[in-house]
């Protein structure tokens, strides 16, 4: 299985602040086809997992453009340009690229 | 827009299998792949395994022994079988649409306790 590491686990973001979350993966999750196959999920309290990123550095329809995502092979960031309150909640990476589907272990993120 | 929602038992006992639907409303289950994935009280998520709207599925080694995922095209549903089931195996159980663009939409979840 390919081995999704995030990085930090936590952090605690003032407003209006930047965030930054890490994901390495254990191989490259680059495709003959071109495409990188990671993802990126929010899932607030009480809720679902709601898709935010798609291939890396996609937003998903409806998702603030303060969330942007970067990478390639097997290092990749989210960042959120400025942090808001309904912000809060676990992040999770997630690759497609080979079976099973894995995702990284979540970031929480809390308000200051 | 299409929506997904879960429905089965709370509580199953230790070493029976556990059963869940998951209902498609507002587009055809005909298309894309339909996945399984869990959450155990607290932790990250673990996908389970999907099938395809013809029938041919694939599941997380992990689980495979214990695993049934089929689909029912007459009735817009994909249903989940976990047999043997142990303290272990409680978690948010969810059903999500497979597709390129990741996994979307998801049902709300539901939750299932293994206990006597």
């Known amino acids: 299985d390919i081995v999704m590491t995030q990085t930090p686990l936590s952090l605690s973001v003032t407003p209006g602040q930047p965030a930054s979350i890490s994901c390495k993966s254990s191989q490259s999750l680059l495709h ?57 909640g676990v992040y999770y990476c997630m690759q497609s690229i080979r079976l099973p589907l894995t995702f990284g272990q979540g970031t929480r993120l809390e308000i200051k | 827009q299409v929506q997904l929602q879960e429905s089965g038992p709370g509580l199953v006992k ?26 155990p009280p607290g932790k990250g998520l673990e996908w389970i395994g ?12 992990s689980l495979k022994s214990r695993v049934t995922i089929s689909i029912d095209t007459s009735k817009n549903q994909f249903s989940l079988k976990l047999s043997s089931v142990t303290a272990a195996d409680t978690a948010v159980y969810y059903c999500a649409r497979t597709v390129q663009l990741g996994l979307d939409p998801w049902g709300q979840g539901t939750l299932v306790t293994v206990s006597s």
């Open chain 2, 50 to 61: 999907y099938s395809y709207y013809s029938g041919s599925t694939h599941y997380n080694p």
């Open chain 1, 32 to 88: 003959s086809d071109g495409k990188t196959y990671l993802y990126w999920y929010l899932q607030k309290p009480g809720q679902p997992p709601q898709l935010l990123i798609y291939e890396v550095s996609n937003r998903f329809s409806g998702v603030s453009d303060r969330f942007s995502g970067s990478g390639s092979g097997t290092d990749f960031t989210l960042k959120i340009s400025r942090v808001e309150a309904e912000d809060v």
């Open chain 2, 14 to 39: 230790p070493s029976e299998t556990l059963s869940l639907t998951c209902t498609v409303s507002g587009g055809s289950i005909s298309s894309y792949y339909w996945s399984w994935i869990r959450q």
